[in-house]
């Protein structure tokens, strides 16, 4: 039950004992104020690294053709490399159940237009599977099918300015759209997180593209994501294979870097995380140095507490307080005052992120933040700390003989 006269004893000697309880919350304050900034900032690294992969899928591989710098097999250096429909069937084929998703792409640059306004845009000639390369969220309407590639069907998917741009009265699903002067249905309106240039795309099936835009069975670029089951190297071994695969398929020098590149997201993805994890490792250390410094300072602090009151526990005693009573009091102090001091440090340091948050961006820390939990958790760590450190010596000293304890010096 709520013990007024207890509470109004606990506060008298917060109020009594200024000195002694803003040594003990400024300890614990400090402790939690650093824990928190440190955090945060290494939270903030994450952000930015994140960001950087938030328009791609992580397990993404790029495969790009160009023109051969060296001689191989009789072949003259210079030699354009032109991936075909049957490039993009082999490595779907060859490397199928390595292969999550798998899309080729064909870029073109189209000037738009409905009613009365038009715009230039860059166009991708993609197969359904592209949708999920580029985490593409669907506004409105569909995506590209396997039926649209099959019909090569008059079908675009815009992106959601695209419909700004162009569709100033209206929606734009289910009307046509112009492009270089033939007409389009758009089947659906995207979204996508990686911004503006790629909410300004327009994409079509990539067989309507062939057919239309030059009737041949030419591809610019394969995109695939390897199987998400795959660890790091097993991930870059497949597209060293791949690599090779396609450098005999197309006879390339072993060691011509232009003709045929491949470009696996798992090499980036693998330094980016083994960055973060030693930053994390790091940031763990010294935020739990930091709490370890403040479990030190307020359990040095409550054993100063106990042997400063030992005589006023001997005089409570004396008049009849039993030992638990002498010891909740002295814990729900250390307690209160360790929370209420924690608290403190976390508004303070949640504070100091936020102010200095936009000059952080500079030093690419996007968004510092920490999550309550945690925070919470090391703050009832050090509660737990002080209640310990105060417990065991209140514990001694209240079972010490009143006529003892007001001799005690």
């Given at each position: 039950?709520?013990?007024?006269?207890?509470?109004?004893?606990?506060?008298?000697?917060?109020?009594?004992?200024?000195?002694?309880?803003?040594?003990?919350?400024?300890?614990?304050?400090?402790?939690?104020?650093?824990?928190?900034?440190?955090?945060?900032?290494?939270?903030?690294?994450?952000?930015?690294?994140?960001?950087?992969?938030?328009?791609?899928?992580?397990?993404?591989?790029?495969?790009?053709?160009?023109?051969?710098?060296?001689?191989?097999?009789?072949?003259?250096?210079?030699?354009?490399?032109?991936?075909?429909?049957?490039?993009?069937?082999?490595?779907?084929?060859?490397?199928?159940n390595k292969v999550e998703f798998i899309t080729a792409r064909i870029y073109r640059n189209v000037q738009a237009s409905f009613?009365?306004?038009?715009?230039?845009?860059s166009l991708r000639a993609v197969h359904p599977d592209h949708q999920f390369l580029e985490k593409t969220k669907i506004k409105?309407?569909?995506?590209?099918?396997?039926?649209?590639?099959?019909?090569?069907?008059?079908?675009?998917?815009?992106?959601?300015?695209?419909?700004?741009?162009?569709?100033?009265?209206?929606?734009?699903?289910?009307?046509?759209?112009?492009?270089?002067?033939?007409?389009y249905k758009v089947v659906g309106v995207f979204t996508d997180d990686g911004g503006d240039n790629e909410e300004r795309l327009?994409?079509?099936?990539?067989?309507?593209?062939?057919?239309?835009?030059?009737?041949?069975?030419?591809?610019?670029?394969?995109?695939?994501?390897?199987?998400?089951?795959?660890?790091?190297?097993?991930?870059?071994?497949?597209?060293?294979?791949?690599?090779?695969?396609?450098?005999?398929?197309?006879?390339?020098?072993?060691?011509?870097?232009?003709?045929?590149?491949?470009?696996?997201?798992?090499?980036?993805?693998?330094?980016?995380?083994?960055?973060?994890?030693?930053?994390?490792?790091?940031?763990?250390?010294?935020?739990?140095?930091?709490?370890?410094?403040?479990?030190?300072?307020?359990?040095?602090?409550?054993?100063?507490?106990?042997?400063?009151?030992?005589?006023?526990?001997?005089?409570?005693?004396?008049?009849?307080?039993?030992?638990?009573?002498?010891?909740?009091?002295?814990?729900?102090?250390?307690?209160?005052?360790?929370?209420?001091?924690?608290?403190?440090?976390?508004?303070?340091?949640?504070?100091?992120?936020?102010?200095?948050?936009?000059?952080?961006?500079?030093?690419?820390?996007?968004?510092?933040?920490?999550?309550?939990?945690?925070?919470?958790?090391?703050?009832?760590?050090?509660?737990?700390?002080?209640?310990?450190?105060?417990?065991?010596?209140?514990?001694?000293?209240?079972?010490?003989?009143?006529?003892?304890?007001?001799?005690?010096?």
């Amino acid at each position: 039950m709520f013990d007024l006269d207890l509470w109004r004893e606990i506060f008298q000697s917060i109020n009594k004992n200024r000195t002694r309880s803003l040594l003990s919350g400024f300890t614990v304050a400090f402790a939690i104020l650093l824990f928190t900034i440190l955090f945060g900032i290494a939270n903030g690294l994450k952000n930015t690294f994140a960001e950087a992969f938030v328009d791609d899928a992580n397990n993404s591989i790029f495969i790009h053709s160009g023109r051969t710098t060296k001689a191989h097999k009789g072949l003259q250096a210079g030699r354009r490399i032109q991936f075909k429909n049957e490039d993009f069937s082999y490595v779907k084929d060859e490397f199928g159940n390595k292969v999550e998703f798998i899309t080729a792409r064909i870029y073109r640059n189209v000037q738009a237009s409905f009613r009365n306004e038009q715009n230039n845009y860059s166009l991708r000639a993609v197969h359904p599977d592209h949708q999920f390369l580029e985490k593409t969220k669907i506004k409105e309407g569909r995506y590209i099918n396997q039926s649209d590639l099959h019909n090569r069907t008059k079908v675009v998917v815009i992106g959601r300015l695209v419909e700004e741009d162009l569709f100033l009265k209206t929606t734009a699903l289910g009307k046509y759209i112009n492009l270089n002067g033939i007409q389009y249905k758009v089947v659906g309106v995207f979204t996508d997180d990686g911004g503006d240039n790629e909410e300004r795309l327009i994409y079509m099936p990539v067989t309507t593209a062939q057919h239309l835009y030059g009737n041949n069975d030419y591809i610019d670029q394969i995109n695939l994501t390897y199987n998400p089951k795959m660890g790091y190297d097993e991930a870059l071994a497949f597209s060293t294979l791949l690599t090779r695969k396609l450098k005999d398929r197309f006879s390339v020098a072993s060691s011509d870097q232009r003709a045929v590149r491949v470009r696996n997201m798992a090499e980036g993805t693998k330094q980016v995380d083994a960055l973060t994890g030693g930053l994390t490792v790091i940031i763990l250390v010294i935020g739990f140095g930091t709490l370890i410094a403040g479990i030190v300072g307020i359990s040095n602090i409550m054993i100063f507490i106990v042997k400063e009151r030992t005589k006023e526990i001997g005089i409570r005693k004396a008049l009849g307080a039993s030992p638990r009573s002498i010891v909740s009091i002295i814990l729900i102090e250390s307690i209160l005052i360790t929370a209420m001091a924690g608290y403190l440090g976390l508004v303070i340091g949640v504070g100091v992120l936020e102010l200095v948050k936009p000059y952080l961006v500079d030093y690419f820390i996007k968004d510092p933040g920490v999550s309550n939990s945690l925070v919470i958790g090391a703050t009832i760590t050090l509660i737990t700390a002080g209640a310990i450190a105060g417990y065991l010596p209140a514990k001694k000293a209240s079972k010490i003989k009143p006529i003892v304890a007001l001799r005690d010096d």
